[in-house]
């Protein structure tokens, strides 16, 4: 990534560090020599007042002063040297004694009555030419009149190496000198500064890497949310944060968990809620549609026979003919049309209830070998009309499931529809066909068969094959979507089958189970009772 978060974090931590160290580098090489000399300052003087302190107590030619005087000489890194008043050698600690005795005699001759010294005045006195060129005289720190004493610092012009010298006299009278060399302590304070550039460029490397890798490690757990984020962007919400620490970046992964399963279920609500309404939607525009369609097909179907009415009506009126006999012919066709009109709307009424649900389904066990039989009976003088010969031969029980005064329907129009379409041998033939538990109810009749690119279009209302033989027999092209109406209503299939000789059309229901006795289990129950 362009803008990592890892990358920023690292370049901060590690900026800040090579700032620290680089900040460090310059303090330690700026100010650390000074900080040194001060020490410097501190340590002589410390040394000159144990010195003035053993003089006090009588202690400075013992044994054991002379250890402790070794011991800080070797502690400091100091050259101390104590004359009596005769200048004969008490005591000399880290250095060379005749070294030590001309250095301090050429202080006591050139420096002690300098009067540029006064106050602690800074000083560039050149003394060369007067110490025979052995010191310089740099500048003055330190003065005091009782016990005198001076601390300056000189420059050796025999070595060319600066030092700190304090001489003066002890309180009781001795003479004493003592010397650190500035050297030493520049080249620790350069020592240091690189020791210290050397170790802030390893540290800045090593806690680089170490950065790096703790930056990794706190990075990741964001990228994986990143990446969740993206995959729930996508409306993916099967990803989830597997992290097991306790931190802040845990609880965030937690809530977007729990932001996935909300919005995981919201969305779930909204799709089943924008699914239902398409369905109603898609409902009322199949109702919409439903009701242009029957307004256009009533509008068709009722226009030729009301306008066969309003016709002979006007003939009667206008006494076209006076004889009864036409007279009678013209009351007959305005009746006939009538009926045509009043059965058709009853149809319409009939299938209208039982598409929209309103039509209330009676579920009830009924045989329905008596059912076709009895139809076939009440219908003898259609068949006698029409010239049909009706074979069933079925004789014994059978019962089903379903809705008794439908499942009439549903034979009515199979039968009428047959009668309607008999041809050839003009036989109509009505089978029952078990099979699992369903029974098959079929009606052939020998005919023309359908035109495939018609078997589709039957179950459409005011759909009509042959339109002019429709009209021939009053069909109004309602009655196989009535079919369709009812078998839907309890669940059931339907359809139609050509054959070369004729047309079969077929619907199933539900059989009653029986024993194994070939009794249904009501009359089981029954015969328990």
Known sequence: MRYSIRKQFACIFIGLMAGTMLLCWFVNS??????????????????????NEAAQSGSISTDDFNVHLQQISATYNISILILDEDSETIRVSGGDPSMLRGDLWSHIIFDSYDPAAEGLAEEQQQSASQNGGVLRTSRVLARNESPFYLMQVVTSLRVNVDYLDMWGFLENGNLFFI??????????????????????????????????????????PILELAHISERMAHLDFDARYQGKSFNEIAVLGNHMNELADTLESTISELKTANNELQKDIEKKNQIDEMRKE?????????????????????????????????REFYCDVIMDESAKMNNMVKKLLTLNELEFGNAVVTMERFDIVALIRNYIQSADILVKQNEAKVNFNETEPVYVWGDEFKAEEVVMNYFSNALNHLDGDRVVDI?????????????????????????????????????????????????????????????????????????EFWFEMELVEEDTDGKTAEEVREGQA
Not at 436 to 448: A, Q, Y
Request: one cysteine or more.
């Open 30 to 51: 700026t100010f650390l020599e000074r900080f040194y000399f001060m020490n410097k300052q501190r340590v002589v003087m410390e040394a000159y007042d144990q010195l």
């Open 294 to 326: 029957f307004l256009a097909n009533v509008s068709h179907e009722l226009k030729t026979p009301i306008a066969l009415i309003q016709g002979y009506a006007e003939g009667l009126k206008e006494e076209i003919n006076d004889d009864a006999e036409s």
């Open 179 to 220: 010397r650190t060399a500035l050297e030493s302590m520049r080249d620790s304070t350069d020592i240091s500064s690189r020791f210290l550039a050397y170790v802030g460029i390893l540290a800045t490397l090593v806690c680089g890497v170490v950065i790096w890798l703790v930056s990794k490690k706190i990075t990741d």
């Open 431 to 503: 089978r029952l066909k078990k099979q699992d538990k369903l029974v098959r109810v079929s009606v052939f009749n020998t005919g023309i068969p359908i035109p495939e690119e018609s078997l589709p279009h039957l179950w459409e209302k005011f759909y009509k094959v042959d339109k002019a033989r429709t009209r021939e027999y009053g069909g109004s092209g309602v009655g196989l979507s009535i079919v369709k109406a009812i078998q839907d209503s309890i669940h059931q299939k339907y359809g139609v089958i050509n054959y070369e000789n004729g047309v």
